[in-house]
């Protein structure tokens, strides 16, 4: 009973994420060293985007995304670790020049510390 419980509750989160129309992914903050930021969840705009299904991108770097600022100080990351939960870039995804808006938010874990990442890029 619990286990089902636990399943409907985290399907019912994927689903308001997916219900996002920018593309959103989460990671795990991690610990401090570490930069690789694996995704834990990507919703449907993501997957759609590459089309890929989401067992491809789980566990996978969150610089996957392929934007010219990842693994820079002006990734949506770096720039929440600087206590900057927004950064702005411009990218041509094969469709012409775009400009974007890369915003980030912590979610804490059951003892309240922060655990987790969720990263929206919105288009400018």
Request: charged fraction near 25%; proline fraction near 5%; aromatic fraction near 12%.
């Amino acid at each position: 009973e619990i286990r089902k419980v636990a399943a409907e509750r985290e399907q019912f989160f994927m689903g308001i994420v997916d219900s996002c129309e920018q593309p959103c992914s989460v990671t795990a903050i991690g610990n401090k060293n570490d930069k690789e930021w694996r995704w834990l969840y990507v919703n449907s705009p993501v997957r759609n985007a590459f089309n890929k299904p989401l067992s491809e991108f789980l566990d996978k770097s969150c610089y996957n995304w392929g934007a010219n600022i990842c693994k820079t100080k002006n990734c949506g990351r770096e720039c929440q670790l600087a206590a900057k939960p927004e950064t702005k870039f411009a990218q041509d995804f094969g469709a012409g020049l775009n400009h974007f808006r890369v915003y980030t938010k912590t979610i804490n874990d059951l003892e309240g510390k922060p655990a987790y990442v969720v990263e929206w890029v919105d288009p400018n």
